[in-house]
């Protein structure tokens, strides 16, 4: 089992910046990309950015050039630096761990004020 748990979110102007954090614990060693994730109340949840074990990262194209997703395996989390933020990025956004198995964090709202 994996758990995660997401930290950074919050509200900020347009334009601004933030970091999310999340912690995975567990089965560290069975993970074999991470992922952020994002929904908002009517709409599936979309994919924001993805890396792998090997570091090879993805992203949405909404989000491409403002968001960048790094890993720290020192510390088992991954990130997810957040600038240039619009209206539009406000969501709940989700960390997600990839194994034979699908893991999901609690979430962590991001509001986007114009």
């Known amino acids: 089992q994996v758990q995660l748990v997401e930290s950074g979110g919050g509200l900020v102007s347009a334009g601004g910046s933030l970091r999310l954090s999340c912690a995975a614990s567990?089965?560290?060693?069975?993970?074999?990309?991470m992922g952020w994730y994002r929904q908002v109340p009517g709409k599936q949840r979309e994919l924001v950015a993805t890396?792998?074990?090997?570091?090879?990262?993805n992203y949405a194209d909404s989000v491409k050039g403002r968001f960048t997703i790094s890993r720290d395996n020192a510390k088992n989390t991954v990130y997810l630096q957040m600038n240039s933020l619009k209206p539009e990025d406000t969501a709940v956004y989700y960390c997600?761990?990839?194994?034979?198995?699908?893991?999901w964090g609690q979430g962590t709202q991001v509001t986007v004020s114009s």
């Open positions: 997600r761990a990839f194994t034979l198995y699908n893991y």
């Open positions: 890396i792998t074990s090997g570091g090879s990262t």
């Open positions: 567990g089965s560290i060693s069975s993970i074999y990309g």
